[in-house]
């Protein structure tokens, strides 16, 4: 080991002479920007290292920053997720019960306006479970509702009670196979009978092939069923052709029989107008008609319903 | 740097390599050549020959580097005294900053030890062309440490130093035979 020192002592004074002599350079010589030649090569020296480090810091932190970052925005995440759950579901119910409270709103304006008509609200409560075309609501017996009362809404006829039980009763549409109702054409006012095909539109039987009917033309009931009173809407033409010995017409129903959730009774044949009046309003015309005596009506209760009985 | 008058020379090299001697010098030889060119290259164009022929052309501290190397024919010595020779001249230089002539002069000093015990330096001729080879080596060196270490600019070569390296193997030859006077072992 000592033989092998001596043998290199040469090189290793060499080497340590010129190591000596370069920092000593460094040390006296600056760059012209003022810094000392050993600073920069320290610096130079040290940056990579330092660099190395600095990254390598950069790199844990952020993972571990990234990691807990991670797990906080997947908490919250879970979290707002739920919360739009939530506030979706809410949303929804408050949709629903603003859909349901412009009903009502139309409901109770179409009854306000119609304040003589013996008219009860009612509300859907379910559906026909068969094929046939009918629907229940919570009106029955004991609210006065009787077989082959008609059922509307404030955009047309509905149908008919078809069974009437104690708190429900069972209300036939009028698409349905076994429904009809009196109908009068409003420019022609020829008359017919409309009656459900078991499909959405109705078909409007006994009318001449000389009459001239055209799509888009209104119908009304004309009364004669005894069931409705006349003129109330019943549907539009949706389309006519000539048929053998009658003209065959479509109606598109005015009530839209497959959204209904509230609907009115009518509670007897009394005639009654459909289009309110304006010139008829008590404020307005002089001489203007009160509601009719004899017409009881009751302040609607929850849920927006009114009761009227005749 | 005195040497020990008493030592017989010294043969190095195995059977198959040229016996080689190695020479001694006087007491304060060594010392007294060194400082005595340190002087003259610094001094002289200053104070008494106003002009540039000794201090550019004439490199006396690197003959005397050289010589001390190439008769000694120790690389350790050779290398501490090229290092001293050629701080020294860095710090009378006062333009040099310290290690720039040192740097050189010690791998001059090296080398030239290693080629000592290696080849016969005696001749005149050898020395001269050695002398012209070790101011184009120092050249070098300095001129890589000035670019590379200090980041100035340095030419490799120019006509200047064309002349002065033929003037330092010219000069060479006197020299290294005046020196040769210093040496003991041919009392």
């Not at chain 1, 080497?15 to 810094?35: E, K, N, T, W, Y």
């Not at chain 1, 932190?61 to 995440?77: D, H, Q, V």
């Not at chain 2, 006396?60 to 690389?75: A, E, K, M, Q, W």
Request: overall charge positive; glycine content about 10%.
């Amino acid at each position: 080991m000592f033989e092998i020192a001596t043998r290199r002592r040469p090189y290793v004074l060499l080497a340590v002479s010129l190591v000596f002599q370069i920092l000593l350079l460094a040390v006296q010589v600056r760059r012209p920007d003022g810094a000392r030649l050993i600073r920069v090569w320290a610096v130079e020296l040290l940056t990579p290292a330092e660099r190395a480090g600095s990254w390598a810091m950069d790199m844990v932190r952020g993972g571990w920053s990234g990691y807990i970052s991670l797990f906080r925005a997947n908490r919250e995440n879970q979290r707002l997720r739920e919360q739009v759950g939530e506030l979706t579901m809410r949303n929804s119910a408050l949709e629903s019960r603003a859909a349901e409270a412009e009903r009502l709103g139309a409901l109770l304006q179409f009854r306000e306006a119609h304040a003589d008509a013996p008219l009860l609200a009612a509300r859907v409560i379910g559906g026909d479970a068969g094929a046939g075309r009918a629907i229940y609501i919570d009106r029955g017996e004991r609210d006065g509702v009787q077989p082959n009362m008609g059922v509307i809404t404030p955009q047309g006829v509905v149908g008919k009670i078809l069974e009437v039980y104690s708190g429900t009763s069972q209300v036939l549409l009028l698409t349905d196979k076994n429904s009809g109702a009196g109908a009068l054409l409003a420019d022609s006012r020829a008359q017919g009978a409309a009656r459900g095909s078991g499909g959405p539109l109705l078909q409007l039987d006994y009318v001449s092939n000389d009459q001239e009917v055209a799509a888009g033309e209104r119908v009304f009931t004309s009364g004669m069923d005894k069931i409705f009173p006349k003129d109330l809407p019943l549907g539009t033409v949706v389309e006519t052709r000539p048929g053998n010995p009658f003209k065959q017409i479509q109606v598109r129903p005015a009530a839209r029989l497959d959204q209904l959730e509230e609907v009115l009774i009518l509670l007897s044949r009394k005639q009654w107008d459909w289009e309110p009046k304006p010139a008829e309003s008590a404020e307005t015309a002089p001489g203007a008609r009160t509601p009719a005596a004899g017409t009881a009506k009751t302040p609607a209760p929850a849920g927006g319903e009114a009761k009227v009985k005749p | 740097m005195a040497e020990n008058a008493s030592a017989p020379p010294i043969l190095i090299r195995g059977v198959s390599e040229p016996r080689l001697e190695v020479h001694k010098f006087r007491p304060g030889a060594v010392v007294g050549a060194s400082f005595l060119a340190l002087v003259l290259q610094a001094f002289v164009p200053t104070h008494v020959w106003k002009g540039d022929l000794v201090g550019d052309l004439i490199e006396l501290p690197l003959l005397v580097t050289l010589y001390f190397g190439l008769s000694r024919r120790n690389p350790s010595r050779g290398l501490l005294l090229g290092m001293v020779i050629g701080m020294a001249q860095d710090g009378l230089s006062g333009a040099n900053p310290i290690g720039l002539f040192g740097i050189a002069k010690t791998l001059v000093g090296y080398l030239a030890s290693t080629i000592g015990a290696r080849l016969d330096v005696e001749h005149p001729v050898s020395r001269m062309v050695l002398a012209f080879t070790f101011f184009h080596l120092q050249n070098l060196v300095c001129v890589f440490t000035r670019r590379w270490l200090l980041a100035q600019a340095a030419p490799f070569m120019s006509v200047r130093l064309l002349v002065a390296s033929l003037v330092a193997a010219l000069v060479a030859w006197p020299l290294f035979a005046l020196l040769d006077k210093l040496r003991q072992d041919e009392d």
